[in-house]
């Protein structure tokens, strides 16, 4: 949102939502009320479903000013870090009490019904409960899934219709999914079972994309001398607990590459073609020192066979640009395509 625009003054009926990115990412959700901006640090921002209550933190209350903020409050100073105007608008008091406040919002990406509740004792009134009252604000919104069965290649050669499929390189590493809600992370591996406590270089990844909520398929590779290697791979996937894990860090970084987006902002995409899903992964600008988006190449198989065989790589994965996502399928569609030399 442009912060030259102020937040449109009114009686008591205002608010602004500032994208916070501090010690912990959170959403700093602030109403215009006698003279101030009373305010919610909201860690995983507002839920876009009814019945999926999240944490609300209720803070002091800020100087009216404070709703124009944007930029990087210096590191040490309370609140440290960057922040910025992420919605804005008008609201509706249904009712305003010291437990409960119930508040429809009218803003340009937030629009329904919220109620903040908070049934605690006075010691322990800054922790409330804010849900969606409303039903979601698209009538065809999807619950994010936790995990969606991977689909799978089978073995073959280069299709001999070139055009009509896409090339991407066989890194031979630990396929995993990640899911980001309200800018937190899980990690899967391809058997469902959680694994993000042994990654903690991908934290970041959920901060970078916010309040973007996605699934995404890829797979996990340790590099050794420029080539990926199994040997340092292995050494992260044998990691007995977190602890272990988070001192390989250094010596055996992973690196993550998502290479197919499964269900995004509300919609499964598993019916999407490939090309359509990749357009949309390409647009995510997942490009951190932990992640990355491996390059996709349409058409020219020989060619990107033989780059792969020139760089150490074992072969290449090709996948229909008009094929949907199967899950749990070995499918035609997707096939990897390896050569000695």
Do not use: C
Not at 60 to 69: I, K, M, Q, R
Not at 169 to 197: C, K, N, P, S, Y
């Amino acid at each position: 949102m442009p912060a030259e625009e102020a937040l449109p003054r009114g009686n008591d009926d205002t608010f602004v939502i500032q994208e916070h990115h501090a010690r912990r990412l959170h959403w700093d959700v602030r109403f215009e009320r006698e003279g101030v901006l009373v305010s919610f640090a909201v860690p995983k921002g507002l839920p876009p479903l009814p019945d999926t209550p999240r944490l609300a933190v209720h803070t002091e209350d800020h100087p009216l000013e404070y709703a124009t903020f944007e930029g990087t409050i210096p590191a040490g100073e309370y609140g440290g870090g960057v922040m910025k105007i992420w919605d804005r608008g008008h609201y509706e008091t249904l009712h305003w009490g010291d437990h409960k406040v119930e508040v429809v919002l009218h803003g340009s990406r937030v629009r329904g019904k919220y109620v903040f509740v908070n049934r605690h004792s006075a010691e322990e009134q800054r922790d409330w409960i804010v849900r969606r009252v409303d039903p979601p604000q698209r009538k065809d919104f999807a619950a994010l899934p936790v995990f969606v069965q991977p689909m799978l290649p089978r073995k073959g050669g280069l299709p001999p219709d070139d055009d009509g499929w896409a090339y991407e390189f066989l890194w031979e590493g630990e396929r995993a999914q990640v899911r980001v809600e309200g800018g937190r992370i899980e990690v899967r591996h391809a058997d469902g079972h959680e694994i993000t406590d042994l990654y903690p270089e991908l934290k970041g990844l959920g901060e970078e994309l916010g309040a973007t909520e996605v699934l995404l398929d890829g797979e996990l590779i340790a590099m050794d001398d420029g080539r990926p290697s199994p040997d340092a791979l292995r050494r992260r996937t044998e990691a007995p607990d977190a602890r272990s894990a988070k001192r390989l860090v250094s010596s055996a970084p992973v690196l993550y590459l998502p290479f197919d987006v499964l269900h995004l902002d509300g919609r499964s995409q598993l019916d999407q073609p490939y090309s359509r899903r990749r357009q949309r992964l390409r647009k995510l600008h997942l490009e951190g020192e932990s992640w990355r988006v491996p390059q996709h190449y349409v058409g020219g198989g020989a060619d990107v066979l033989a780059a792969a065989l020139d760089n150490g790589l074992t072969g290449v994965t090709a996948k229909r640009l008009d094929s949907e996502y199967e899950p749990g399928k070995r499918s035609a569609n997707w096939r990897v395509v390896k050569r000695r030399r």
